[in-house]
């Protein structure tokens, strides 16, 4: 079909806003392409095959994924029940899981370490069964968690709630219990929203710095200490300078961007086929 | 039988209260209220999905108040049909019975009859999206009834089709329930529907059950003014259809003989506006071919309207002005001429 196209006359407020978005557009792509571009392909090569960033790399988008089932686990039944049912207090609860995105990071990790730290009430009961949190995999997986399981809540939520309640009620009157309801029905027709919302949950936990850097730093990962690529490009830039620091960025922008367009392909794949 | 006693449910701006209905296995049951009467949220609460307050409910004798809907034996059809998006019409249709451990084997062969009944046969591979209302409407039926369930829910089956497709479902239904013999409760606002469909008719009035009873008896004594309203804006007659006369339907509706416009034959019911209806005090030549002598039995003032009963019998509703009411000089007990088309009887 061939698609006809109207050019409506510009008026000046729409120059006023295409002109005000190209600069937007251009302050977040500029950064990111220089960045990528400023390093040959060898030396982005040669650099990760460097121990220190590739076990990092490594670790990053490990542990993310790993807070991300976990995350699927614990909060896919909470935003089903946050889509489907009434109680006093909701909007508040809703208000309160976003929290984490408000709050500084570094102090979301000094919290954890409050709840999570060898003494403290979490922090005993894993301890009791030999999982500790301070400068370990677990720690980078329960810091990543923290501040980003928000978005998959709330876009599961969204999912849930697009789904005609309706449906349910007839896969109930068809002989399905509330559980195979939720497995043939709700979940199937809410996939995509979930998906959506694990790429994102995965994509914030590979970024995240600040309370990673504060509950594990540096931690035994395959034999090495490692830290999350966050951290090692912070380290770099720190310790050695911008040229130094260049390539690893350039890396771990490249690979985070391409997993994130290769989900968000898959996620939105035969909307509006 | 479906009994319900003392139903109490709350609807958040309003309580739906005093329920007490008994449905009798088979039967056609019509429940009628305005939009926004609660009538939805009475059959999921009857299915068991929605919550309520207080009330006992019995299925086949026992009773199952908090048994779970699963359990139930019923089927659903709500008015947008509330198919399965993700799964075809075979898929669909063949929910229930994977939900219900149905043989693998037996599966297919079931569904696809359970389909060439309701008419879907050509579109088992397709999904929802693309189908029509009315295909829409038969896979809904087709998979609510392919797990043989002993009541039928129909939640306002009809009201999203257009009039065309509406009056070849209505017939659809009558037939389906007279092949299947599951008693459905059907909910709807419409009062051609309930009086063309049901059996028995409970009219649900500001939260409880105005009445219940046949539409005959609903309509000569109406508890309401809702069915007040209708039964003075409709006549509804139920005759038979004989022999047909110059084109014309010929149907007795008990010893008085109308003709209509009609490809239905035996027990039929018909409908007559009451503004179609000329009141004259000689009987008229015209092309209208109904002609019939009555007394005027009741007079009722409806501001500019009035409303004339006139006995042939039976009794027929005439809708005048009250200019042509004064030039006529009608009171009761004045013997008139009524005159009305074939066209203006509706059969169904």
Redesign the interface.
């Known amino acids: 079909m061939t698609k006809i196209r109207s050019w409506a006359r510009p008026d000046s407020m729409s120059l006023v806003f295409v002109l005000l978005g190209a600069i937007i557009l251009l302050f977040i792509f500029a950064p990111i392409i220089k960045t990528v571009v400023s390093s040959s392909p060898g030396v982005l090569w040669n650099n990760l095959l460097e121990g220190d960033v590739y076990y990092s790399i490594l670790l990053t988008v490990y542990a993310a994924l790993v807070s991300t089932v976990i995350g699927l686990f614990l909060g896919v039944p909470l935003a089903y029940l946050l889509a489907r049912r009434r109680f006093r207090g909701k909007r508040f609860l809703e208000g309160l899981i976003d929290v984490p995105i408000v709050i500084p990071h570094s102090a979301g990790g000094v919290a954890l370490l409050f709840v999570f730290g060898s003494n403290f009430l979490a922090g005993r009961a894993f301890g009791s069964i030999g999982i500790s949190f301070f400068n370990t995999v677990a720690g980078v997986v329960i810091a990543m968690m923290f501040v980003s399981i928000p978005f998959l809540i709330d876009s599961s939520r969204e999912g849930f709630k697009s789904v ?1 309640v ?2 349910e ?9 509330p559980w ?1 309801s939720f497995f ?2 709700s979940l ?2 809410a996939w995509r929203s979930i998906f959506a919302g694990s790429v994102m949950m995965w994509a914030r936990g590979t970024s995240e710095f600040g309370a990673v850097l504060i509950l594990a730093y540096y931690v035994p990962f395959l034999g090495q200490y490692v830290r999350v690529a966050p951290v090692l490009v912070a380290d770099r830039f720190n310790s050695f300078g911008l040229d130094y620091a260049r390539p690893v960025t350039a890396l771990v922008i490249l690979i985070s961007l391409v997993v994130f367009i290769v989900m968000r392909t898959i996620a939105y794949r035969g909307e509006k086929a | 039988m479906i009994a319900i006693k003392n139903l109490k449910v709350n609807l958040g701006n309003f309580l739906l209260q005093n329920i007490n209905l008994e449905i009798q296995s088979g039967e056609y049951f019509i429940i009628l209220g305005p939009t926004g009467a609660g009538k939805s949220v009475l059959l999921e609460a009857i299915a068991g999905l929605f919550p309520i307050l207080e009330g006992v409910g019995w299925i086949g004798g026992r009773e199952g108040t908090r048994r779970a809907p699963e359990k139930r034996k019923i089927g659903i059809v709500y008015q947008d049909y509330a198919l399965f998006p993700h799964l075809s019409v075979e898929e669909n249709i063949a929910f229930g019975l994977k939900m219900r451990k149905y043989p693998k084997r037996e599966l297919k062969a079931k569904v696809e009859a359970m389909a060439e009944v309701a008419g879907v046969s050509h579109l088992l591979g397709r999904r929802p999206a693309t189908l029509s209302g009315g295909e829409r409407q038969r896979t809904a039926l087709a998979r609510a009834l392919v797990t043989e369930p002993e009541v039928l829910l129909l939640d306002e089956p009809l009201s999203a089709l257009d009039p065309a497709a509406r009056e070849q479902m209505q017939s659809a239904l009558k037939e389906l329930h007279r092949r299947v013999k599951v008693t459905i409760i059907h909910v709807t606002h419409d009062f051609e529907e309930a009086v063309a469909l049901g059996h028995r008719v409970a009219v649900l009035h500001d939260g409880s059950i105005a009445q219940v009873g046949s539409p005959e008896e609903i309509l000569r004594h109406p508890g309401s003014e809702f069915v007040a309203h209708f039964a003075l804006s409709r006549n509804i007659f139920t005759g038979r259809v004989g022999e047909a006369e110059d084109g014309c339907a010929v149907i007795d509706i008990g010893g008085t003989k109308l003709k209509a416009v009609t490809d239905l034959t035996g027990e039929v019911r018909l409908s007559l506006r009451p503004e179609d209806i000329i009141i004259s005090p000689e009987p008229v030549r015209s092309t209208a071919r109904n002609c019939l002598q009555g007394v005027v039995s009741d007079v009722a003032h409806r501001g500019a309207v009035i409303y004339i009963t006139i006995t042939v019998p039976p009794d027929f509703i005439c809708l005048i002005t009250r200019q042509s009411f004064e030039e006529l000089e009608l009171r009761k007990e004045v013997k008139v001429w009524i005159t009305f088309k074939a066209s203006a009887v509706h059969v169904f």
């Open positions: 005609d309706r449906l009620k007839v896969a109930r009157t068809l002989g399905a219990s195979r043939r029905v199937p027709l």
